[in-house]
């Protein structure tokens, strides 16, 4: 996940512990054992690829710890598609679904000093945005759906992903022909998130807002002052606030708050447009206008270029106007497929604590992920899953120098993904 400014601390506020399982199936019950044999290993393994993090586009060691892993479990993988990605397809018993799950490997350059005692090994890099702990959940649902390959009907595929920081991993990989290996039905994916650890936060269509930047060329000559000073005005026109005072990292620490954030209906976080940057420059003797901003209406991210456009050619500087478009070819959020949230909540909230699936409304600002270039091709759904625990000080807040995880995570992510795949694959 990239995100868009340096916060100091995120307060987790919900204080929930997995308690008494729902409607538990034996398969289900199975399930849960099995998790708690393999977490002690799976905690070893995250320890290592903290220890040894990798930046985007250089997961060497990575990769080749999770190939080794699943060609163990019997996995038929493939190694180096679109850089170091590794998938591997796990066939199961009988015919039916095929459900691709997603994980990234990368870690980030920062030379801000690692709060656990397993502290990195490679000078200015961490894993501050929990791809260590995804990756692990990753194997750990290996895992799981290996040793219940009788009880799977269908196909499961893994998707280990390089440079999700870089927001090419995944753009990398279909290029490479990921979607010509695998043929996936459905596909899902988390990121870990400053909630609870083992809450899983749910939401239909777009989890967070979109990311845009706009160009705008111009002819040399312009007057260079007056033509800022106009196209800030333009762009400051279309600016909707979030109701809340204070910096980025104070507004974003809002998204816990039970009152105004994302758990509920009412949430600030709904409706806006956060301009983000705006600057002219002249290159080679164009003059560009760039502006970066977050929008959560698809509807304008697609009206706002034709308004400002017309504007242009409204005014004195309609001649000196070339083109204007958008220079980044992504949205930045994962957009879920409403009927496969609706379903795959219903599964989560059937198989586990029910208050531990929290549906989410409104959209989160700064965040990013590239997650969307599958579902572009494949309907799917995008989760966040908790990693903080007050009582312990852990605070996951990605991109933060304080970023940990509480461990126990893994063993929540492993079990209700492991079941949540496991369920759609042998569905009809
Ligand atoms: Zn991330």
Same mark, same amino acid.
């Given at each position: 996940m990239k995100i868009q400014?340096?916060?100091?601390?995120?307060?987790?506020?919900?204080?929930?512990?997995?308690?008494?399982?729902?409607?538990?199936?034996?398969?289900?019950?199975?399930?849960?054992?099995?998790?708690?044999?393999?977490?002690?290993?799976?905690?070893?393994?995250?320890?290592?690829?903290?220890?040894?993090?990798?930046?985007?586009?250089?997961?060497?060691?990575?990769?080749?710890?999770?190939?080794?892993?699943?060609?163990?479990?019997?996995?038929?993988?493939?190694?180096?598609?679109?850089?170091?990605?590794?998938?591997?397809?796990?066939?199961?018993?009988?015919?039916?679904?095929?459900?691709?799950?997603?994980?990234?490997?990368?870690?980030?350059?920062t030379e801000e000093p690692d709060v656990v005692d397993f502290k990195s090994k490679n000078k200015g890099v961490r894993h501050i945005c929990g791809h260590d702990v995804h990756t692990t959940i990753g194997l750990g649902i290996a895992n799981i759906l290996s040793q219940q390959k009788e009880n799977l009907e269908g196909t499961v595929y893994f998707i280990f992903q390089p440079a999700e920081e870089t927001f090419t991993g995944a753009k990398d990989m279909i290029k490479d022909g990921l979607f010509e290996i695998i043929k996936p039905d459905e596909i899902y994916g988390l990121h870990i998130v400053p909630e609870a650890s083992g809450v899983i936060n749910v939401k239909a269509n777009?989890?967070?807002?979109?990311?845009?930047?706009? !160009? =705008?060329?111009? $002819?040399?000559?312009?007057?260079?002052? &007056? #033509?800022? /000073?106009?196209?800030?005005?333009?762009?400051?026109? *279309?600016?909707?606030?979030?109701?809340?005072?204070?910096?980025?990292? !104070? =507004?974003?620490? $809002?998204?816990?708050?039970?009152?105004? &954030? #994302?758990? /509920?209906?009412?949430?600030?976080?709904?409706?806006? *447009?956060?301009?983000?940057?705006?600057?002219?420059?002249?290159?080679?003797?164009?003059?560009?206008?760039?502006?970066?901003?977050?929008?959560?209406?698809?509807?304008?991210?697609?009206?706002?270029?034709?308004?400002?456009?017309?504007?242009?050619?409204?005014s004195k500087y309609k001649d000196a106007f070339i083109s204007i478009e958008y220079s980044k070819d992504y949205s930045g959020t994962p957009i879920n497929d409403p009927k496969l949230t609706k379903i795959s909540t219903k599964i989560l909230r059937n198989r586990y604590n029910k208050d531990m699936v929290k549906q989410l409304y409104g959209q989160i600002p700064f965040f990013g992920e590239d997650f969307i270039f599958y579902q572009q091709k494949v309907p799917g759904v995008f989760f966040l899953l908790g990693g903080?625990?007050?009582?312990?000080?852990?605070?996951?807040?990605?991109?933060?120098?304080?970023?940990?995880?509480?461990?126990?995570t893994i063993k929540y992510g492993v079990q209700s993904f492991a079941a949540l795949i496991l369920e759609r694959a042998n569905s009809k």
């Open positions: 400014f340096i916060a100091i601390l995120l307060l987790a506020t919900t204080k929930t512990l997995y308690g008494q399982y729902g409607k538990s199936t034996s398969t289900h019950q199975q399930i849960v054992e099995q998790t708690d044999a393999i977490y002690d290993n799976l905690v070893k393994i995250r320890r290592d690829l903290h220890e040894n993090p990798e930046v985007s586009t250089l997961e060497k060691r990575t990769s080749k710890i999770v190939a080794e892993y699943l060609r163990k479990l019997g996995l038929e993988v493939k190694t180096n598609v679109g850089g170091y990605g590794v998938v591997g397809t796990l066939k199961g018993g009988k015919k039916g679904r095929k459900i691709a799950w997603r994980a990234d490997m990368d870690a980030i350059k777009e989890l967070f807002a979109y990311q845009k930047s706009l !160009e =705008i060329k111009f $002819k040399p000559g312009t007057n260079e002052k &007056g #033509l800022e /000073n106009f196209m800030n005005t333009i762009l400051n026109s *279309f600016v909707r606030t979030i109701k809340q005072e204070g910096s980025p990292w !104070e =507004i974003i620490n $809002k998204i816990s708050d039970p009152k105004i &954030g #994302l758990t /509920n209906k009412e949430t600030i976080f709904n409706d806006y *447009f956060i301009l983000q940057g705006a600057r002219l420059n002249t290159n080679n003797g164009v003059t560009f206008y760039k502006a970066d901003f977050l929008e959560t209406d698809v509807k304008k991210v697609n009206s706002i270029p034709l308004e400002i456009k017309k504007q242009i050619l409204n903080s625990n007050i009582q312990k000080g852990i605070s996951s807040m990605p991109h933060t120098p304080n970023f940990a995880v509480d461990e126990t």
